[in-house]
């Protein structure tokens, strides 16, 4: 068999023959443009389309490029200001949170100086019963800040309730609307006593019982009632309400009424406890602060 013999190409070769045939069309398409006018007229349309359609196809591609960026760049910008949202929310949150803190140091400010001849320690409440009011909670002072059991507790305007455990660094209150709160009250227009008696059911609207007001005694709807004198375990003149609905009872030896408290006992964060007891009355028996089977 023969061997085919192997053709070598120079690139260099082809360069310039490429050129040649470039050089030469172009003078042909110079010297006889006249003549070749219809040719490129035809090749012309036929590649007029292709063109058109590229150019679509281009800008198409281009706009959609431009369509993508613009949605990058518009959730990029969402993402930011939705951060931005995020960090203002919180901020105003927190600002919201130093006024509630601010108007209720103020409160307690004012109650302090209501009250100035008592001592007085500020508390956080820590913990409270399941529901909805303040009847029961923890203070996170105690023992080591010299609070004890049966210290007034004060807020808002007035009474809040008694100290009923104490510990080393806590202490449980008991508040005035606890159904098993009974104090000693006396309205302070006329020194005729009564019973403040607590009602979980009741403050729901508000409001408390005031029992065993002396059937003579010449009250009136809005009358202010505080701690009487002769409570054994609250100290004299702190603010619990105001009265309403007075009504002679049946048996006609009393009458009874509502109170409205003029502490918020649905939203309660800091207190005041008075570090000073009430002294034993010196009676013989002794006066009891009335108590709730």
Not at 160 to 175: D, F, L, W
């Amino acid at each position: 068999m023969r061997r085919r013999k192997k053709i070598h190409f120079n690139p260099k070769h082809g360069l310039i023959i490429g050129l040649i045939i470039c050089m030469s069309l172009i003078m042909i398409s110079f010297r006889f443009s006249k003549y070749l006018y219809p040719v490129r007229n035809a090749v012309g349309s036929a590649i007029s389309p292709m063109q058109k359609g590229i150019n679509i196809v281009g800008t198409y591609i281009s706009d959609s490029l431009e369509t993508l960026r613009s949605m990058k760049e518009l959730t990029d910008e969402n993402k930011r200001l939705n951060d931005l949202v995020s960090v203002l929310s919180y901020e105003n949150k927190l600002l919201l949170q130093n006024k509630y803190e601010l108007d209720e140091l103020r409160d307690l400010y004012e109650l302090d100086q209501k009250y100035l001849d008592y001592p007085k320690v500020a508390a956080r409440i820590i913990d409270k019963d399941t529901n909805n009011w303040y009847n029961i909670f923890t203070i996170d002072k105690g023992t080591k800040d010299g609070l004890a059991v049966d210290m007034n507790v004060i807020a808002g305007n007035g009474l809040v309730g008694i100290i009923t455990e104490c510990y080393y660094n806590h202490s449980k209150v008991r508040a005035i609307i606890d159904d098993k709160s009974a104090v000693w009250g006396m309205f302070l227009k006329t020194s005729d006593t009564c019973v403040v008696q607590g009602d979980l059911k009741l403050i729901e609207e508000g409001k408390i019982h005031v029992e065993f007001i002396s059937k003579d005694a010449v009250v009136e709807d809005g009358n202010e009632i505080v701690t009487a004198h002769t409570s054994p375990k609250f100290l004299q003149g702190i603010l619990i309400g105001y009265v309403s609905d007075i009504k002679l009872d049946s048996n006609n030896m009393t009458k009874t009424a509502y109170l409205t408290p003029v502490v918020d006992f649905e939203r309660l964060s800091e207190v005041l406890i008075i570090t000073e007891l009430k002294e034993p009355l010196l009676l013989d028996p002794p006066l009891e602060e009335p108590t709730i089977e």
